[in-house]
């Protein structure tokens, strides 16, 4: 059984570009967790989805971030218009039930020129 | 204050001291997870409890809802051991998102 997958493992973007990042739970799971550490900072929520369904988006910024996670497929966090200050690790979870324990993918790394 | 308050922010050890990390917090939660991240940066979960003891290898955690306190120990400890230990909260029943500390730099020296 696969643990969770995250891609890209490190993405460059330059100010103004979108950032795709990727994540798909292990299998079986059907809750998926976007965290996101900024440089030298703890980790931090920013969304929680169920298959199709986004459950609690408290963490999100207002602005420039969605996130999905389709019937098929592996959950996405989009960031468009990206700035210096979105440079950080973006971190996926998975559980395979309501309050399960959460499993973290390797992360992405993403850094905004 | 935060939230989840962990102590200490960092300590070094001698290979094979016995090692305590504390975690406080200050919110009803329904679990408690105390996780590992490496200088790679990955996270791996360690445990998650609820009340009472674990015991996986030679690492034990503890919680004592009481008091909102849990503790993670690891016993002979090793170089590899070191890491950045974070605890994290699931707050309250039917809750999801996990509220972290800041993290202990556990550095075991050999």
């Known amino acids: 059984n696969a643990g969770v997958m995250q891609n890209p493992r490190h993405l460059v973007r330059r100010r103004g570009q979108e950032a795709r990042l990727r994540c798909s739970p292990m299998?079986?799971?059907?809750?998926v967790y976007w965290y996101r550490q900024l440089p030298e900072e703890g980790l931090k929520f920013m969304v929680y989805?169920?298959?199709?369904?986004?459950?609690?988006e408290s963490g999100m910024p207002k602005e420039r971030f969605s996130a999905e996670f389709p019937k098929e497929g592996p959950s996405i966090l989009r960031i468009q218009q990206v700035v210096r200050g979105d440079s950080a690790a973006y971190f996926c979870?998975?559980?395979?039930?309501?309050?399960?324990?959460?499993?973290f993918g390797p992360g992405t790394r993403l850094t905004v020129l | 204050k935060n939230e989840v308050e962990q102590s200490p922010q960092n300590l070094t050890a001698q290979e094979g001291e016995f090692i305590t990390i504390n975690c406080s917090y200050s919110?009803?939660?329904?679990?408690l997870h105390w996780l590992q991240q490496h200088p790679g940066g990955g996270i791996v979960s360690l445990f998650m409890l609820s009340s009472g003891k674990k015991k996986h290898g030679r690492l034990i955690a503890t919680i004592n809802i009481q008091e909102k306190h849990s503790s993670l120990h690891i016993t002979a400890s090793h170089p590899r051991d070191s890491a950045v230990y974070i605890c994290?909260?699931?707050?309250?029943?039917?809750?999801?998102?996990?509220?972290f500390g800041q993290g202990t730099r556990l550095t075991i020296n050999p």
């Open positions: 994290a909260v699931i707050r309250g029943q039917g809750a999801q998102k996990l509220v």
């Open positions: 979870a998975s559980s395979p039930e309501l309050g399960g324990e959460q499993f």
């Open positions: 989805l169920q298959k199709e369904n986004i459950i609690d």
């Open positions: 919110v009803g939660i329904s679990a």
């Open positions: 299998k079986g799971h059907s809750h």
